[in-house]
């Protein structure tokens, strides 16, 4: 709100947006004959400075025109179109490391009883300490992602460069993160764009998955996870 007000305070004044107008902004009647008139610079003005405030339309619009700016200078550097689509999520609830942090936090604030809880595996209590203590829990999902993305999405995936965005969203944890990486070995992308169906476009991704990042589909599954 504090962004908002000031932002639209200095929309309001300054020379180059409505103080132009000499305090005296344009009306509905007036933006609506700028527009039939084909005259957009009003409504581009207002986009530019909506970019800024977090949310908005005008805000994602400037973080797609960013990472299509960001895929557009990697083909050109050679490094090819984005190969990998990963999600991270949180899973807040299922960490033995976060629930043995939750633990800590919880004896150090004087609820011993709750720390016991955890201490039992007690999943309502998990989810309730996962709650209160969502600073910590984002401060540890973040650091563990960079673990993994330095570690297992470099060596093992052979992703070289990646774009991510962290997001919050209700019945999905606390926090995850969405990511588009480019891998080293791009050639099976030549395979698949020559790939006629969807059959065809399938075998190939499986093939790729098998042979270069050993990912199978044959494995035991344990009932209890």
């Known amino acids: 709100r504090h962004t908002n007000n000031s932002q639209g305070n200095f929309f309001y004044k300054d020379k180059n947006f409505l103080g132009a107008y000499g ?19 009003y409504i581009n003005k207002l986009r530019y400075l909506a970019k ?3 949310g908005s339309d005008s805000f994602w619009r400037g973080k ?30 299922w960490w033995p490391d976060l629930r043995r942090l939750l633990i800590q936090l919880e004896i150090e604030g004087g609820n011993v009883s709750q720390a016991r809880l955890l201490e039992e595996n007690d999943f309502a209590a998990m989810c309730k300490s996962a709650k209160k203590h969502n600073l910590y829990v984002n401060d540890f999902f973040m650091k563990r992602s960079k673990v993994f993305l330095d570690t297992v999405v470099k060596n093992a995936m052979g992703i070289e460069h990646y774009w991510a965005r962290v997001e919050f969203a209700p019945g999905r944890g606390q926090i995850h993160l969405h990511l588009l990486g480019i891998g080293k070995d791009k ?5 698949f764009y020559r790939a006629k169906t969807e059959e065809k476009k399938a075998k190939v991704m499986e ?8 990912m199978t589909a044959d494995v035991d599954v344990d009932e209890n996870h």
């Open 64 to 93: 797609t025109e960013e990472l299509e700016a960001w895929i557009d200078f990697h083909i050109s550097r050679g490094n090819g179109p984005p190969t990998h689509f990963v999600t991270l999520s949180c899973a807040e609830n």
């Open 187 to 191: 050639s099976y992308l030549y395979d």
């Open 52 to 54: 800024g405030i977090r």
């Open 23 to 41: 305090g005296n902004p344009p009306t509905v009647e007036d933006l609506q004959q700028q527009l039939r008139e084909g005259n957009m610079s």
């Open 207 to 214: 093939k790729y998955a098998t042979n270069i990042m050993n």
